[in-house]
DNA sequence: ACGCATTAATTCACTTTGCGCATTTTTTCA
DNA sequence: TGAAAAAATGCGCAAAGTGAATTAATGCGT
């Protein structure tokens, strides 16, 4: 990767990190995006060139997307061949992928937000809209697997199986995390693991996979 | 009702119904406020005292909620005893209860603002967020009636299979309602049922109730 | 029918958002 | 090293959204 998309994600992480930040300790109405550029120690200007809306900056990007990699091997029915233990892997992929001091961040990260999700709830439509996109991603890879169409509507009950097993996974993970994050993200990361499977399991149980 | 909530109403659905058109005719980034609380001869002030946000206005009020009473009956295990059968019975009270001209109006509602969605797309998760936060009050009254912890696994599985089911319904229906509406809104409801009623046998088929 | 209390609507002034545009700075690559 | 490309900035402005004071409309008791 290049000085100059390190420089844009350094940018746009030092943004976002402000934004929650700031949001965190006077609550998001009391944060101006002047306040936030501030922060970041970059221009009013510069802030809107990578987000749109302050709260897109507060509420942050949503669950990770598996890569077109991912998906790919999904689609052809890889890598076990199960609908329901491919699925579990191709959501849990951006995870299992990323490396373990990335991963310590974003997991504190998520650790935060919920805390401010909790405290000021009109950010929790943003959120679950954030969840919404992803379903329908899901729902689309789905039906190309099981060579149907997006609108029917097995591939949206699966993809909803799926998603709501990650919702379910995120909120109950309890980070343990210090500010510092990196520590014991894998114990963090072994913990969303299991709740992972514990979801999966609970569906396994009350899924029948073909008709 | 009196003379004083009739009016709000009649100013709020004006307000809506201006919001909507305007936003169908020039595209909603080309809408003002001020537009809106004119067409709506009110004033902007106004406007705000009704929706906290043009989008607000624009996208309404998402997928009707079920009162208390059918809720009480769907805790307590009625009216047929069978999850799904109540389940499908709870969602779909609110358009069973409410008499047709009303009806009328907001399938007509639906369908052009599913048309303005497809439009302009960063409406969607707007849609989105309404339908999250039903499938959390439908989380709640599973959980109530299973006697789980909203926050258990089983409870937002039935909660986001419903949904499903209900999204899926209301995507699929194609209004062939004039501008006038209530003329063929009853053909509109059966219609919406049959969909509803396809979309739960699909749950039933794909659905173990039971452990 | 009258006046009084409530609640809604309006006006006004103000802060903040969000973005188009021209300019300057930084990075890339030949 | 020196253009070319891309990012950051400063400026200006239309629109969003809000608090506070004022005016109008409605409800209610007598």
Redesign the pocket.
Known sequence: M????R??AT?RRALQRAAVRLAVERGSEH????DI?AAA??????F???F????EAIVGDGPPRPDDEARAVFVAHGPTGDLLDDLKIFLFSPLADSDAEDLGQRLADVHERKRLAQREPHLVPRVMAAFADMERYVGESVAERLGEDPDDIRPQIVASLGITAMRFSMRRLQTHAGADGSADARDDVSELRALFDQAFDALRRTFRPAA
């Open positions: 290049g000085l100059r998309e420089k844009k940018t944060v101006t995006v002047d550029a120690d970059v221009s009013k200007r510069t809107f060139n990578y749109s809306s302050k709260e």
